[in-house]
């Protein structure tokens, strides 16, 4: 038996133990929280508050398991919010990134398990996700939950009505773009939780023009929107807006879409589902995918009817996480 005589070194070597001990429970702590949250990872008291932390990770989403087409994936996750996707199909697996970590978190919810062209899909977090969350933002307001594939039809009014059939709601905020167009996801705020934590029960069950809504928590610490008044709208926004709608709402044959993805991924996969697209709503007499300077697509048809019922159709859906501006045309195919 070794007998230390060192009174330093004994101490020394009992400091080094009681710190792995605080080590171990720690771990344990945060073992024990990623068990109760399943994919939602707390974090543990080390974390400094004075750290930058990167808030977009918690908006990615790995999806596995995945075979079915590019454009199918994409229409169901258009359902949880805007994102932008990176496709890779040798690997069978997609990678998500939404712009909210809300719309991830209902995402992964809903698709883990999902059955798409005969295999059960794969949904969780990416590699990159933190193994710690700051503090101040890892308790959200269990009043506030998450509302998308909300039409443009809607404002606030309406959900604000549906809800407060639930129970008493407090507001309810949409979130816009540039445009001034609402990203067709809002916030609603519950006086109570309870009553937020039964409107969770609702999702998928409440339709609204034809839309299920999704309904999900908020999954860290948030305030409410401000609200945006359309007289707090500059009017040289307005004059710009009805030049645009009179453009868009010109007489023509011709349709043609923006605003539906990047030039690196605009391939042949692409032009082919778009003529598909474009071909169920006429006869389509030319078709044609132009990538510079930026993607567009053009499409001629028989009619103006036709073009006309295309453009309303399409006009405003999302493709991919990103709104469709359509506008109808009566010039020439670019050369």
Not at 126 to 136: G, K, L, N, Q, V
Request: charged letters at 25%; aromatic letters at 10%; a negative charge.
């Amino acid at each position: 038996m070794i007998q230390f005589v060192d009174e330093q070194l004994v101490k020394l070597l009992e400091s080094i133990a009681d710190s792995k001990k605080h080590g171990i429970h720690l771990m344990h702590t945060v073992y024990s929280e990623v068990c109760k949250y399943n994919k939602w990872v707390i974090s543990s008291e080390t974390m400094h508050t004075e750290s930058r932390f990167d808030m977009s990770l918690l908006n990615k989403v790995y999806i596995g398991n995945v075979t079915c087409s590019k454009s199918t994936i994409m229409d169901i996750l258009n359902v949880f919010g805007r994102f932008l996707i990176n496709y890779i199909s040798s690997k069978e697996c997609v990678f998500v990134d939404f712009d909210n970590p809300h719309a991830a978190y209902l995402c992964m919810e809903e698709m883990t398990g999902m059955i798409v062209d005969g295999k059960v899909l794969k949904a969780g977090r990416t590699s990159s996700f933190p193994s710690e969350i700051p503090h101040e933002i890892r308790s959200p307001d269990k009043r506030i939950i998450y509302v998308s594939n909300v039409s443009q039809e809607v404002e606030e009014a309406h959900l604000e009505e549906i809800f407060s059939k639930i129970g008493k709601v407090d507001s309810v905020r949409f979130l816009y773009d540039s445009w001034f167009v609402h990203k067709g996801y809002a916030y609603v705020k519950f006086t109570n939780a309870a009553d937020a934590r039964k409107a969770l029960g609702y999702t998928n069950k409440i339709g609204i023009y034809g839309m299920k809504l999704k309904i999900g928590p908020t999954v860290i610490k948030m305030e409410m929107p401000e609200c945006v008044h359309h007289s707090e709208i500059p009017k040289r926004v307005f004059e710009i807006k009805t030049r645009i709608e009179s453009m868009l709402f010109s007489r023509g044959r011709m349709v043609i879409l923006r605003n539906l993805i990047n030039y690196e991924e605009a391939d042949d996969e692409f032009e082919q589902e778009m003529h598909a697209e474009m071909k169920k709503y006429g006869s389509v007499v030319k078709f044609m995918v132009v990538k510079i300077p930026d993607v567009a697509v053009y499409c001629l048809y028989s009619s103006e009817e036709e073009a006309r019922h295309s453009f309303e159709i399409l006009n405003g859906r999302f493709f991919g996480g990103r709104r469709i501006r359509a506008e109808m045309s009566s010039e020439e195919f670019p050369v």
